[in-house]
């Protein structure tokens, strides 16, 4: 993260009463990533949550209880054909990432991964698409909206604001707008941010977008600054 935003987020920590950086990646290594430990990290897509203070970021019991599952499938995978394709695997604890970015031969390594999707689906597993990756999930329910209704649920916000930019944060803006439907809070705000990849879904799911990760630390900015009604 660079430094400019990462101030701006410290300085909205101190301001709101629930800074929250939520990721597909794991909970730790999220905040390794933004090297500030007084917001929440909502991690694995909502499946970890790593609260200011905690060590070690607590996994939902339900996705815990398909960890030996996950490592056989990880074990069964054809690593060799993986490299020749240039399909990387990334291990998130509960999810197993497959990229094919950068793949020589796109096609065909977009093939490999449709094979790989099936076989999970065979398994019993869940499949989720993102971006040039295949996401091989536990067939329990999380993801970045499930994360955050619990997460808002439980703080009691009377407003809430998700910034997001890609298919896997459609599902934490359908979330936002269910919880004002529910009453749950009164207000929320839908941010996408513009990118030459993102999801046409973004644009349907959003009450505005800004541009790229400069318009996102001018909203910040904006927060911080209470220049934001």
Do not use: N
Request: proline letters at 6%; one cysteine or more; hydrophobic letters at 40%.
């Amino acid at each position: 993260m660079p430094e400019p935003t990462r101030q701006l987020v410290i300085e909205a920590a101190k301001k709101y009463g629930l800074v929250a950086c939520v990721s597909g990646r794991r909970a730790s290594e999220a905040r390794a990533i933004v090297s500030l430990g007084t917001i929440t990290y909502l991690g694995s897509h909502g499946a970890e949550i790593l609260r200011p203070g905690w060590p070690e970021p607590a996994l939902d019991p339900q996705v815990a209880a398909w960890a030996a599952q996950m490592e056989a499938f990880s074990r069964e995978v054809d690593l060799a054909d993986m490299r020749r394709q240039r399909i990387r695997l990334e291990d998130k604890g509960p999810i197993l990432a497959f990229h094919w970015r950068g793949a020589p031969e796109e096609a065909a390594a977009h093939a490999a991964i449709d094979a790989i999707a099936t076989k999970a689906q065979e398994a019993g597993l869940r499949t989720h698409w993102g971006r040039k990756v295949l996401e091989v999930r536990p067939p329990v329910k999380f993801d970045k909206g499930s994360g955050i209704t619990s997460l808002i649920t439980d703080a009691g916000v009377d407003a809430a604001m998700y910034v997001g930019d890609d298919r896997t944060d459609v599902d934490a803006f359908r979330a936002l707008t269910q919880l004002v439907d529910a009453g749950t809070i009164p207000h929320a705000l839908r941010v996408g941010v513009r990118s030459e990849e993102g999801p046409t879904e973004i644009a349907d799911e959003t009450d505005f977008q800004v541009d790229g990760p400069d318009g996102v630390r001018h909203l910040l900015q904006m927060l911080v600054t209470d220049a934001l009604h």
